[in-house]
Structure formats: C-alpha cells, structure tokens
C-alpha cells in the first residue's frame, strides 16, 4: 500500500527587512556585546596573500534614488583562485583570507564598502576559465528573495571576453552592467535593481 505522505505547502514568502541589520551586522544597527564585531566585516589581514582592493556600491532603486537599509553578502576565490569552502576540491585554499563578506548600506549615502583581494580565475562546469569575479547577494525591505549577481574587474577585459557566464547573455550591452567602474586597487560597482541601467541578475 502506498503511504500518503502530506507534503506540507510552502508559507508565504516575506521580506528580508526592515529588521536585517539587526540580527546579521548588530553592531551597525547599535547593538553591541553580540558580537566584538559584525560577521563578515573582515576579510583579510596581515598575512592575507594577493593584491588588496577595494569595492564601494550602492543598490539603486528605479527611482534612482540609493537604497539606504539594504544588506551585502560576497563570495569569491582567493588569490590562486581557491574557495575557502569544503567543497573545494583543487587545493588548500589561503587560510588568511574568508572569501566572504557582508556589509550594510550606509544610512547616510547609501553606500557599501569592502576591503579584499582581487581573485584568481577559477574554472566553470565544463572546465573552462571564468574572469576574476566577486559574487553578490543583496537584501533589502522590498525584496522578496534574495538577489544574485557578479562583479567582473574592468582591467580584465581578454578573460572577461572569453568568460563562460558573460558569453551567455544575450543581449551584450547589458554584460556591461556586471563590469565595475573605477580602477585598480579601487573598484566602483552600483547594482541598479531597475530601469535602463538593470543590472543582470543571475537565477541561483
């Protein structure tokens, strides 16, 4: 006899504020003795292997206007283009780097910050090299699920040209907007959650 087994229904999806800050970076949100400092506030120190950068944003709405209460998450490969993950199987990835990250927007202006290393290339599926690339996801009041997207280095302009997921989108103006702005060793990249300048958000 065939069991029933009363899959239960999904519950109804919510927003990821206006109360984030306060249980991932409570320390921003003037919540101390949690924690010494906001998880993720750190990537690097001392030892760290690999040239230091710095990567500043905003998330814009398609009003224009800079969301003030959003929240940053990043995932990136070390210098040698390693994962500090277990499922990284290729080597030992440099134990002085997180390679995450997370940071709130500032009340003031909008703006993230985060101080790293530019990443190494680290192979697609089928073997292939993607460009260095920082991975993000962002969550703000409004925004029902999280949002994925990527950041290439615009002085990587051959390995972005043959990158396996820039290749993929069709309409190629808009790989643009995965490429930040600015220059070595301070990097630019603002997400525009709509309008003209959208930036492409990746299904993950």
Do not use: C
Not at 87 to 113: H, I, K, L, M, Q
């Amino acid at each position: 006899m065939v069991q029933d087994l009363g899959y239960l229904k999904e519950t109804a999806s919510q927003t990821a504020g206006p109360y984030v800050h306060i249980g991932l970076t409570p320390n921003f949100g003037g919540i101390s003795g949690v924690f010494e400092s906001d998880l993720g506030s750190a990537m690097v120190n001392d030892e760290t292997l690999g040239p230091r950068i710095a990567v500043t944003g905003r998330v814009i709405d398609g009003a224009g206007a800079p969301l003030k209460d959003a929240l940053i998450e990043i995932w990136q490969a070390d210098a040698a283009g390693l994962y500090n993950s277990p499922s990284e199987t290729r080597g030992a990835a440099d134990p002085n780097f997180t390679g995450w990250g997370r940071s709130p927007t500032s009340a003031e202006d909008g703006t993230f910050v985060f101080e790293t290393i530019k990443p190494g290339r680290v192979p697609f599926k089928n073997g292939r090299l993607m460009a260095p690339h920082i991975s993000f996801w962002i969550v703000a009041r409004g925004i029902n699920i999280g949002l994925h997207t990527r950041m290439y280095f615009p002085d990587e302009a051959a390995a972005n040209a043959e990158d396996p997921l820039l290749q993929r989108i069709e309409h190629r103006h808009r790989a643009e907007t995965l490429v930040a702005g600015g220059q070595s060793p301070n990097y630019v990249f603002d997400i525009h959650l709509q309008g003209e300048k959208e930036t492409v958000f990746l299904d993950i």
